[in-house]
């Protein structure tokens, strides 16, 4: 079973990260404020990004990863820039 890891951006701007098995049935329901408390205050939404993965395990571990990740680096990420992931893991690492 195909999965996905999704991202996106909210009318405030802010980002939002999840997985699905069905990525159109998950921004239909995100766009008519059904899908989460955290959008649904937030709408409209758009898609910045997804990855398809093989399983659900796949797209849920990407998820808690993506999650956790600062703001500069899910925008490198959107952008397609994944030489500067590495970059931006260790600027985190060392301002800490």
């Not at 937030?42 to 797209?59: G, I, K, M, N, T």
Request: aromatic letters at 10%; a positive charge.
């Amino acid at each position: 079973m195909n999965a996905w890891l999704y991202i996106l951006k909210c009318a405030d701007g802010s980002y939002y990260t999840g997985s699905t098995t069905d990525l159109s049935l998950r921004l239909a329901r995100h766009g008519s404020g059904e899908a989460s408390v955290y959008t649904s205050g937030r709408l409209p939404v758009e898609l910045v990004y997804c990855e398809e993965f093989d399983s659900v395990q796949e797209a849920f571990l990407r998820e808690r990863q993506v999650k956790g990740w600062r703001r500069a680096k899910k925008e490198a990420l959107i952008r397609g820039e994944f030489g500067r992931l590495v970059a931006l893991s260790r600027a985190h690492e060392s301002a800490e």
